[in-house]
């Protein structure tokens, strides 16, 4: 059986697979994923990408959607196109990278420019009480009084307190003679 020999760095389907705008960001994959650590991984796609240009980020996860995946954020879109053109098929690990323009902008453009919005699903919105509002809303040292309960509610009513007769058993006395150690209680 034949097999398809993969093309070289830079070969003729390099350039088929570099679809969509030019973008600062670099979507890239096929990469390894079960040899390197995260920030090992990390580092190394810094320290390659690095010689096309300023990266800012390096954005490389090892969940099982992302696994094998990262995106390459540079500082401009000329390093960006210069890094995709050279390192198109590079063997990186014992496997030959695809990099893509990425879809989207990097929140790390965003931030830099100024126009970066925080998602605001993410961000719960706090459920507070009206016994929370009293105690963190009043004066510090004083809490609020106890609402009048009725003994039906479910809630435990405390118990009088029964007085202690000679008859149950003499207390263990604390002064005694006989040490510890030369206990009877140890044969």
Known sequence: ?????????????SKAIATGPPNQTLY????????LCKNDLRTSLYTLFSTYGTVLDVVAMKTSKMRGQAHIVFKDVQASTQALRALQGFEFFGKQMKIVYGKGQSNVIAKLRGTYIAPKDDVPVPVSTDLQKSIFSGPPGTLP???????????????AREEESDDEGAPMDEDSDVPMEASSDED
């Open 1 to 13: 059986m034949a097999s398809k020999a993969l093309p070289s760095r830079g070969g003729p389907d």
């Open 28 to 35: 890239c994959t096929n990469l390894p994923d079960k040899r």
């Open 145 to 159: 009084a106890r609402p009048p309960t009725e003994a039906g509610e479910g809630q435990g009513l405390k118990r």
